[in-house]
């Protein structure tokens, strides 16, 4: 109960603060610049397939990549907000004192933690759902193009928020908000770079890189979840070509489901991470 | 009643430093407790002890009977932290809307003590203002509010007027004995000693952790006298004879003044005087201060 008067608060503060018009602005400005951009790169390359017998399916592999490629961005811009706006959600309370006023209150430290988690959670699943649809709608309105199965990719990307909310959670409890920062993009960093070394080990037959990026993905699993939320966005033309030619790799993408043990073991990872940071913050002096 | 009550409490902190020794403390049912010391004295440490806050290394500490930072202590008590911030995105009457939801006020109730407790410490005019633009006095009485909206038993206050100015200073005063009153319970955290003694009745003097004296303040005051003696000159015959009647605080040429144990000794000044033909101007007996005694207790600890 508390921990949803803390959530309301949480949302309301999102609301108020000018956190949220710069995102807003910024996510503006990015969907205008996927519309331009997509509609003058279709221009040059329906000019050049013009004439062409192959014309009809390049066009249409183009534009399911170039979706694919927005997606990308939009999972990038999700998740950058995800730690942006929830990094010193805990830390910051604590610097400032805040945290003494708010505890005088009857409520557990746990409602802290949890109501502030299911705000910043509410925000940012919101944030994905609402640009995934404009996405999807100016993708569609200039190439005719709708991924295949819009909706799981869309909850796996709300997971990927999920997860680095959670951690940004965890690590707000014991570190300052700037080594919590540091340590975050380092995290997401590692987890991109992961992401391509299994690609490119696949591809190259490596089952040392393979088995490294699989290691940085039970470390970090935010990049092969969005690897997931790709097979889910690519049309059956593009994940022919990624499986029949050993050379056909399409980076940052798969071509294969989410397999059940890892999407459990995503649930699991965020939960831990925030029982976690409840466990932690329960210890602590303030 | 004992509201707080607390044995041998002790603190070290992770970096090493004991931020207390051993404090032993009970307080009782409308009381207004005035917890003295030094900055550095550990009095921070102690409330945020008694807030459920900190975790104490050892010993044992309950409020109203219970482990404190249990919800249901809490919905009992107001705490006024020392340098009190919150969400400044806020105005002055949302904090304390807020405040009052998680107090678990209906919105009747809300509503009225909002209002009330506004007025009580002197913001309705700036009830609607972002607590972004208060000034530091307005910011701890926009604290002092959420402190005492929900009508609580016991009232913490850490440093309540260290950000006010001499108005404030009085008006804080004046809440303390309205809340002593209505039968509140209240815990000073004070470095400033003329607070403590214009409003409490039982005083507790801590330093390096530790409490040097405690008892109630008339008993602390009134257990010793001051007898300033003012004379055409202090001669040595006539300070020996002063010594032999108390102990010597301050002397200089014309004036002693000297710590009695009681009313007996000022007759016994006035003839000592007669006699060794020293010409008395004046005979002024006084209640020692809480800063002489809080002085003196630091410093007996100290050396």
Redesign the interface.
Known sequence: M?AL?IAR?TLK?AA??RLLLLVVIGSVLFLTLFGVGLILLLGQVRAQMAGSGAGRQGIAVFSAMMTLMGFYMLNTLAGLSAVFISVNAISGDID???V?????????RRDVILGKWLGYASVLALYVVVMSLALMAIAYFVTDFLPPAPLAAIGLMVLVTLVLLSLSTLGGTFLPTLANGVGLFLLYGLAWLGGMVETLGAALRSDTMVHIGIVVSLLIPSDVLWRSASFYLQPAAILAMQNVSTGGVVPFASATPPAAPMLIYTVLYTLGALGLAIAVFN?R?? | MTVIATQQLRKV??NGKVALESLSLEVGRAEVFGFLGPNGAGKTTAI?IL?????PTAGSVKVFGLPP?D??V??R???L?E?????D?LTGRELLD??G????LDAARRRRRVDETLRLVGLAEAADVHIRGYSKGMQQRI?LA??LLHEPELVLLDEPTSALDPLGRREVRDIIRRLKGEGVTVFLNSHLLSEVELVCDEVAIVDRGRVVRSGPLAALVAGERELRVLVDHVTDEFRARLEGLGSVLTASDTEVTLAVADGEAAPLVAQAAVELGVQLHALVPAHRRLEDIFVQAIEGEAG
Do not use: C, I
Not at chain 2, 51 to 55: E, I, N, Q, S
């Open positions: 508390n008067l608060l503060e108020r603060k400032s004192g805040t003494h006023a708010l505890l005088a209150h009857p409520l557990r210890r002096d303030l | 902190y992770g945020k807030m459920g806050l900190v975790a930072g919800p249901a809490k919905g008590l107001g705490f932290p340098h009190f911030r919150f969400y995105w807020f405040s939801r998680l107090a678990g604290g959420q402190a």
